[in-house]
C-alpha cells in the first residue's frame, strides 16, 4: 500500500470544501503574469486531479503525474481530456515539454531528502519550454516553527460513510520534517460495519534560500515567492507559500 492508498477513497471527501475553483484561477493568473501565450501544463503530483480538469476546463491541454494508482483511478473516473501518468514525479520522463508545470497542495513538501528535491526539481525543468513557468507550493520553514503542528480531529460524512480522521503530527528537527500519522475510522452507514486504517505521512518544510539553491542547480530562477492565494508577503504566519521559477536567464 502505497502513501494515499486507502486514504485515497476519502481524500475527496476531506477536502470537499477546498476552493479548487479559486486555486485553478490563482494558478492561471500566476502562468499568464510570466507566460502569456502558455496553452500547455504538466502537473506533478495530481492527486485526483482536481487541480488538472479545472485549468483543462480553462483552455489548457493539461496532463497529470502521479504515483498513486489509487488516487489516480480517482482523476480517471471523471470524463476529461486530461491524460494522467503514473509515475514518480522525480524520475518520470514524458519526452515531451510544456508551456507550464506545476506542483501543488505541497507535493514538494513530499520530497523529503535534498536528493528528491534535486530530482523533482530536475524533472520540472526536463519538461519545461523555452520561456516556460514552474509554479508550486510548500510548508513554509519560519511559519511551521512558529505556529508547530498539533493534533487535529475531523469528523465528516456522505451519504454512504462518516469518517473521523485524527492527524497526529511528530517533528523531527535536524531534518527540518514533520511525520504525520494518520488514524482514519470509517462506519458504513449502510452496513454499520467499522473499518479502521493507519498511513504515515513524511513532509519537509522549506526556506526560501534553500529553494533558490535547488532551483538554481534545476537550472531555473525564483521570480516570485508569496502566500498561496493571497499574494501576501510570506513570514512568520505563513504556512502555505507559492514559488514561481522560470528557465535561467529566460526570466
Aim: net charge negative.
Amino acid at each position: 500500500m502505497t502513501v494515499f492508498g486507502a486514504y485515497s477513497r476519502y481524500y475527496n471527501l476531506f477536502y470537499r470544501d477546498k476552493d479548487y475553483a479559486g486555486e485553478a484561477e490563482h494558478v492561471r493568473t500566476l502562468i499568464a503574469r510570466y507566460f502569456p501565450a502558455a496553452r500547455s501544463v504538466l502537473d506533478l503530483g495530481c492527486g485526483t486531479g482536481c487541480h488538472a480538469l479545472l485549468l483543462a476546463e480553462g483552455g489548457m491541454a493539461v496532463e497529470g503525474v502521479d504515483l498513486s494508482p489509487e488516487m489516480l483511478a480517482v482523476a480517471r473516473s471523471h470524463p476529461s481530456a486530461v491524460a494522467f501518468h503514473q509515475g514518480d514525479i522525480r524520475t518520470i520522463r514524458l519526452g515531451r515539454t510544456f508551456d507550464a508545470v506545476v506542483s501543488l497542495f505541497h507535493v514538494i513538501s513530499y520530497q523529503t531528502g535534498n536528493e528528491d528535491l534535486r530530482a523533482a526539481f530536475a524533472t520540472a525543468r526536463e519538461h519545461l519550454d523555452p520561456g516556460g513557468v514552474f509554479i508550486f507550493d510548500c510548508w513554509y520553514g519560519p511559519a511551521v516553527l512558529t505556529d508547530r503542528p498539533v493534533v487535529r480531529v475531523r469528523r465528516l460524512e456522505d451519504d454512504a460513510s462518516a469518517v473521523t480522521r485524527i492527524v497526529e503530527p511528530v517533528m523531527q528537527a535536524n531534518g527540518n520534517l514533520v511525520d504525520l500519522h494518520y488514524e482514519v475510522q470509517v462506519r458504513d452507514k449502510a452496513s454499520g460495519e467499522i473499518e479502521s486504517f493507519r498511513e504515515t505521512h513524511r513532509m519537509r518544510y522549506l526556506f526560501r534560500p534553500e529553494i533558490e539553491l535547488f532551483l538554481e542547480e534545476a537550472g531555473m530562477v525564483l521570480v516570485e515567492a508569496a502566500e498561496w492565494m493571497t499574494g501576501r508577503t510570506p513570514g512568520y504566519d505563513t504556512w502555505g507559500v507559492s514559488f514561481v521559477a522560470t528557465v535561467a536567464g529566460e526570466s
